[in-house]
């Protein structure tokens, strides 16, 4: 990894508070869910049979969606910069009868942590795009974690809905409305809140770091690094209701009601090696 002393001080306070937040995440109703739950139909279309490949995960907390690979028939293994994420992750494989490898390494280290083996796909996502500070080194990276013909699979948070928030701050109405950049370029984002995502108040928790991405820069940033880019989708929907007025979809995700504007909520993009 070769980010400045300044970089790698975030990087630390992200370590230090997904550490915090990991026990409270892996007690919440948020995740009490089936694996399978996880993920959209269209996943499982661009992504085809796992059975006999190497998939890899990365930035994978809890590993909720990581067992489904296993399940699926591939050679699994996760990664992240949590330990305490990973210590959840096990038990949740463990409970599950799911055989999953778990590294705890920072992602521009990921190619070091697996020691030079390389894997068919490379999934990541639902949150892990805005915690990476440098998109270049990070494509480079995945780039040497793949096998020649292999694919890397992104499923994120669109970058309309960051500038929309994904979580809504205190005293905010539910309009739909902009409200931060939906481009990069500003440097890194302080987040402040005690309360996380599943609801919870994190006891001490400190100051975490976050970068926008645009998916401009998201494409260009792939291809610049020599992927070939065969998928990009866009979806309306999403795992949890982010506003109260958003209604449930037969296969239990969520999705704004039909007087509303139809916006993006998420992205799944396929890129080649």
Request: proline letters at 5%.
């Amino acid at each position: 990894m070769t980010l400045d002393a300044q970089t790698q001080q975030m990087v630390a306070a992200n370590q230090a508070d997904w550490d915090a937040r990991a026990p409270l995440h892996a007690a919440s109703a948020f995740y009490n869910k089936p694996a399978e739950y996880w993920f959209a139909d269209y996943e499982w279309a661009d992504l085809g049979p796992l059975d006999g490949l190497d998939v890899l995960h990365l930035q994978c907390h809890l590993g909720t969606e990581t067992i489904e690979f296993a399940r699926r028939g591939a050679r699994t293994s996760g990664l992240d910069l949590s330990e305490k994420s990973l210590e959840a992750a096990r038990r949740i494989a463990a409970d599950a009868g799911a055989d999953v490898e778990y590294l705890h390494a920072n992602v521009y280290d990921a190619a070091e942590a697996v020691e030079g083996r390389q894997f068919d796909i490379v999934y990541t996502g639902k949150g892990a795009l805005c915690y990476l500070p440098d998109l270049e080194q990070w494509a480079d990276v995945v780039r040497r974690l793949l096998k020649p013909g292999g694919f890397l699979y992104i499923v994120e948070f669109h970058p309309l809905l960051n500038a929309l928030r994904e979580v809504s701050l205190p005293g905010e109405t539910d309009d739909l409305v902009l409200r931060a950049d939906y481009l990069e370029g500003r440097g890194a984002i302080a987040r402040d809140s005690t309360v996380t995502y599943t609801g919870d108040e994190v006891p001490g928790r400190q100051t975490s770091y976050e970068w926008r991405h645009g998916l401009g820069e998201i494409v260009t940033t792939l291809a610049s690094a020599g992927f070939q880019i065969t998928t990009l989708r866009e979806s309306d929907v999403l795992p949890w209701p982010r506003w109260p007025q958003m209604e449930q979809t037969p296969d239990g995700w969520w999705c704004l009601p039909d007087d509303a504007p139809r916006i993006p909520l998420f992205f799944a993009l396929k890129a080649t090696r």
